[in-house]
């Protein structure tokens, strides 16, 4: 028997979304399928990042897999005239993966330039810490969908995590630089849950 998948996200579905989000999430979502890309962020949240993503890398297909439709439907909504609800040009480069990354991994061939990963829910409780998404079997499954110079790019406020993620590393055959980089505000950076004081990073090569 396949062994179950730890499910790493919390709930799926939030607030009703409204008539224009849900009318993108029926019509529009299924025509962004991806396929294959060149870069991937997982667990997009609101989508800040991979909006930038897109602007700043007309020349990629950039995919996002995130689970939570209301983050989906923000996504959306974000890159779509409210006028007639098409993709404006500079986001026509935006696929996406409305559920958990591991599936859409098992189906794509893609090798990535980048992967990013940007505060991982930190299940800081000891009882969930097996929810956490990047353990060293999820590490070392990434590793195989990098280009020859592909980077995984993480970062997050919750410096425990940090900690526990450059133990997993010991664990793979993936090489860590701790870069000191600043990226946009995502929404989840803003809330600051961790209440640290500033992000860090995380740089996986092969
Ligand atoms: C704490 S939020 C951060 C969201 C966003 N990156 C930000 O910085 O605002 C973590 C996100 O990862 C998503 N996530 C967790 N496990 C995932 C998985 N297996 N595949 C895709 N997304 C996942 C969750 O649904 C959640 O939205």
């Known amino acids: 028997m396949e062994k179950q998948e730890i499910r790493t996200f919390g709930r ?10 849900q ?4 019509e529009l979502l299924p025509t962004l399928k991806p396929t294959t890309g060149d870069i991937l962020e997982i667990g997009f949240g609101a ?5 930038f993503l897109a602007k700043n890398n ?16 923000s996504l959306l909504s974000a890159i ?8 404006f040009d ?8 409305a559920d958990d990354v591991r599936d859409f991994l098992r189906e794509t061939d893609s090798k990535f330039n980048q992967i990013w990963i940007l505060h991982p829910d930190p299940w800081p409780k000891a009882r969930h810490e097996k ?11 990434l590793s195989k969908y990098l280009s020859t110079d592909g980077e995984i790019i993480i970062g997050t406020d919750h410096w425990e995590y940090f900690d526990w993620i450059l133990e997993q590393i010991k664990s793979t055959d993936l090489t860590a630089t701790i870069p000191d980089m600043e990226i946009i505000e995502t929404r989840y950076q803003s809330k600051n849950k961790a209440g640290t004081d500033a992000p860090k990073y995380l740089i996986l090569k092969n």
């Open 23 to 26: 009318t993108l999430v029926d």
């Open 80 to 87: 779509t005239d409210e006028k007639n609800n098409t993709v």
């Open 47 to 51: 989508g800040e990042h991979v909006r």
């Open 131 to 141: 929810r956490r998404l990047l353990s060293a079997e999820f590490l070392n499954t």
């Open 90 to 97: 500079e986001y026509k480069n935006i696929r996406i993966w």
């Open 12 to 21: 799926r579905h939030g607030k009703k979304l409204s008539a224009r989000q």
């Open 58 to 73: 007309p020349q990629s297909i950039i995919i996002g897999a995130e689970p939570f439709m209301n983050g989906v439907a």
